[in-house]
């Protein structure tokens, strides 16, 4: 689904014709963070089942991590998992969060013995573990640690992108490492209440060069999905500026944002009461964006990750 802000115009459109709504000189931003098999499933000594949920390394072989069943897990309580594998509490956060210390980097391992942490729509057959380590990652993908892939760059093939750049539209990439935080419904009826949870970020002088470039000519910065919009105007909300540079950003993009550097946004259907779909209403209007979503769902439109997209320009 194409819309037009300034036409206020929506059409219908395939997305391997991507480029019929591109320009020549318009850069094109991805999301190049690698989504781990961040699930783990190991016992207690008592032969419990417990399942691991890496979400953040805090270096020196702890983690910040989700556990199933909490209530089993206090604090000195060791979790084995394959391969030798071990992981003891060391602090209780709340909510089913924990710090934990592994008894080795879990990341030289993880590809042998994690899941990927699929969405909870998905059903998951162990079998075809292999196969999802492949399709919930965008073929970009290049730097591990997210827990969830940026999913509106998983429209895109090699063969899309070679075709894209033929046109003339030149792509770069920027690294958000995806975290539940992400996903997290808003609590509170008042938008204003919302807490984001940080990410991590990676942003290079060659990504700046290229915006700043683009923007100086008059052309689009597209951003391939939210989380490029996170990263790009939360950058530039905590320096004042586009720069470079690598730290956390927990910006929340809410109606009466004003953006400093995306011009056009691809992106998939979202569901109500999200952060994402605030950033959207923020972005094109939310009488409009409204009014897009009730086309999609009388036109049968597939949402979630694996949903169809939109382009917002």
Same mark, same amino acid.
């Given at each position: 689904?194409?819309?037009? +802000?300034?036409?206020?115009?929506?059409?219908?459109?395939?997305?391997?014709?991507?480029?019929?709504?591109?320009?020549?000189? *318009? &850069?094109?931003?991805?999301? *190049?963070?690698?989504?781990?098999?961040?699930?783990?499933?190991?016992?207690?000594?008592?032969?419990?089942?417990?399942?691991?949920? &890496?979400?953040?390394?805090?270096?020196?072989?702890?983690?910040?991590?989700?556990?199933?069943?909490?209530?089993?897990?206090?604090?000195?309580?060791?979790?084995?998992?394959?391969?030798?594998?071990?992981?003891?509490?060391?602090?209780?956060?709340?909510?089913?969060?924990?710090? %934990?210390?592994?008894?080795?980097?879990?990341?030289?391992?993880?590809?042998?013995?994690?899941?990927?942490?699929?969405?909870?729509?998905?059903?998951?057959?162990?079998?075809?573990? !292999?196969?999802?380590?492949?399709?919930?990652?965008?073929?970009?993908?290049?730097?591990?640690?997210?827990?969830?892939?940026?999913?509106?760059? @998983?429209?895109?093939?090699?063969? @899309?992108?070679?075709?894209?750049?033929?046109?003339? %539209?030149?792509?770069?990439?920027?690294?958000?490492?995806?975290?539940?935080?992400?996903?997290?419904?808003?609590?509170?009826?008042?938008?204003? !209440?919302?807490?984001?949870?940080?990410?991590?970020?990676?942003?290079?002088?060659?990504?700046? +060069?290229?915006?700043?470039?683009?923007?100086?000519?008059?052309?689009?910065?597209?951003?391939?999905?939210?989380?490029?919009?996170?990263?790009?105007?939360?950058?530039?909300?905590?320096?004042?500026?586009?720069?470079?540079?690598?730290?956390?950003?927990?910006?929340?993009?809410?109606?009466?944002?004003?953006?400093?550097? %995306?011009?056009?946004?691809?992106?998939?259907?979202?569901?109500?009461?999200?952060?994402?779909?605030?950033?959207?209403?923020?972005?094109?209007?939310?009488?409009?964006?409204?009014?897009?979503?009730?086309?999609?769902?009388?036109?049968?439109?597939?949402?979630?990750?694996?949903?169809?997209?939109?382009?917002?320009?």
């Amino acid at each position: 689904m194409v819309l037009n +802000r300034k036409k206020g115009e929506i059409l219908n459109a395939v997305f391997h014709n991507i480029e019929d709504f591109l320009n020549k000189g *318009d &850069l094109l931003v991805f999301n *190049d963070a690698r989504v781990i098999p961040a699930r783990l499933f190991g016992q207690k000594d008592t032969g419990a089942k417990i399942e691991l949920f &890496l979400l953040e390394d805090l270096d020196n072989n702890c983690w910040e991590v989700l556990v199933k069943p909490a209530k089993r897990l206090k604090i000195g309580t060791e979790v084995k998992f394959s391969l030798g594998l071990t992981a003891t509490i060391i602090k209780n956060l709340g909510e089913g969060l924990r710090w %934990v210390e592994f008894n080795r980097n879990p990341l030289d391992i993880i590809e042998r013995i994690g899941e990927i942490p699929l969405p909870p729509y998905i059903s998951y057959d162990a079998k075809r573990k !292999d196969y999802y380590k492949e399709r919930y990652q965008t073929v970009y993908a290049a730097r591990n640690g997210a827990v969830a892939a940026p999913t509106a760059g @998983l429209h895109f093939s090699a063969e @899309l992108i070679d075709k894209i750049k033929v046109k003339g %539209v030149r792509t770069t990439s920027g690294t958000l490492y995806v975290g539940l935080g992400t996903f997290k419904p808003m609590s509170s009826p008042d938008i204003s !209440d919302h807490y984001m949870h940080s990410e991590r970020y990676e942003l290079s002088k060659e990504t700046v +060069r290229l915006i700043k470039e683009t923007k100086n000519s008059g052309k689009r910065v597209v951003a391939v999905g939210t989380t490029v919009v996170r990263l790009l105007e939360g950058v530039c909300n905590v320096n004042n500026k586009l720069e470079p540079g690598s730290g956390r950003l927990n910006i929340f993009i809410k109606p009466g944002y004003e953006f400093q550097v %995306v011009d056009a946004l691809i992106t998939n259907f979202h569901l109500p009461k999200s952060t994402l779909l605030a950033m959207v209403f923020a972005f094109a209007g939310r009488d409009f964006v409204l009014q897009a979503y009730q086309k999609a769902i009388k036109e049968k439109y597939h949402f979630y990750s694996f949903g169809d997209a939109m382009f917002i320009q």
